[in-house]
């Protein structure tokens, strides 16, 4: 079975310096990959995905991720991050095909200071 | 409006209780799904379907039932409800699935089972 895991519960950024967020996996073959926002008291959105082709892919809000295969891992980064970036980032993995259900991380809790 | 929408928002319920959640989306998205949010564990799936009158197990079923009369429609009763119920519940959809398409999640619903 797949699994995901974020390494980092929480992470404290100061506005306008770069983030990463870690994320491994595990999957037998090439999974399909996501990374979803979720800001306090609201549901999760989309921040960007990865199923096949190019491993740097480009999200909203002026996220990026890059899919490392020799690594198993889907970090993502921004390279000056924004208050408004406050939010719990989670990290997902699914199959490309067949019945595997989307399993999704703990989650990193991102904090800006000024 | 056109999403996804949960209610109630907020519940406040007794052991022994049941309880139902409604879900309701405006996509004519085949798969909807319910997750619950607990510290420690990111998002786990309880159940999910895949079509009206198609649904299936997800990673801790037990204690809840559902039910897809219409495709838009996909509630989610507590039939007893118990402490370790207590938890952020959200409801999501997608075009295909289980885990191939992006998923859309409703704002969630707040539960406290005293």
């Known amino acids: 079975a797949q699994s995901v895991t974020q390494p980092d519960i929480h992470i404290t950024v100061s506005e306008g310096a770069s983030l990463e967020l870690r994320c491994n996996y595990s999957?037998?073959?090439?999974?399909?990959l996501f990374w979803y926002v979720q800001s306090p008291g609201q549901g999760l959105q989309l921040l960007l995905k990865?199923?096949?082709?190019?491993?740097l892919v480009q999200g909203i809000k002026g996220f990026e991720a890059e899919f490392k295969r020799s690594q198993s891992s889907f970090n993502l980064r921004k390279p000056s991050v924004h208050w408004s970036d406050a939010a719990e980032y989670f990290c997902?993995?699914?199959?490309?095909?067949?019945?595997?259900?989307?399993?999704f991380g703990t989650g990193t809790r991102l904090t800006i200071i000024p | 409006d056109a999403g996804i929408t949960q209610s109630p928002r907020y519940k406040i319920t007794e052991t022994g209780r049941q309880v139902t959640l409604m879900c309701h989306q405006t996509?004519?998205?085949?798969?909807m799904f319910w997750y619950r949010q607990d510290l420690g564990h990111g998002l786990r799936l309880i159940y999910y379907?895949?079509?009206?009158?198609?649904?299936d197990k997800g990673e801790v079923p037990d204690g809840y039932v559902v039910s897809r009369s219409k495709t838009e429609n996909f509630p989610l009763t507590l039939e007893s409800a118990t402490r370790s119920q207590t938890s952020v519940y959200f409801c999501?959809?997608?075009?295909?699935?289980?885990?191939?398409?992006?998923?859309?999640f409703g704002p969630g619903t707040r539960l406290l089972v005293l």
């Open positions: 999501a959809s997608s075009e295909r699935g289980p885990s191939q398409e992006t998923q859309y």
């Open positions: 999957y037998g073959a090439t999974p399909y």
């Open positions: 990865y199923f096949s082709g190019d491993t």
């Open positions: 997902a993995v699914g199959a490309p095909f067949g019945n595997e259900k989307l399993t």
């Open positions: 996509w004519s998205h085949s798969y």
């Open positions: 379907s895949a079509a009206a009158d198609i649904t």
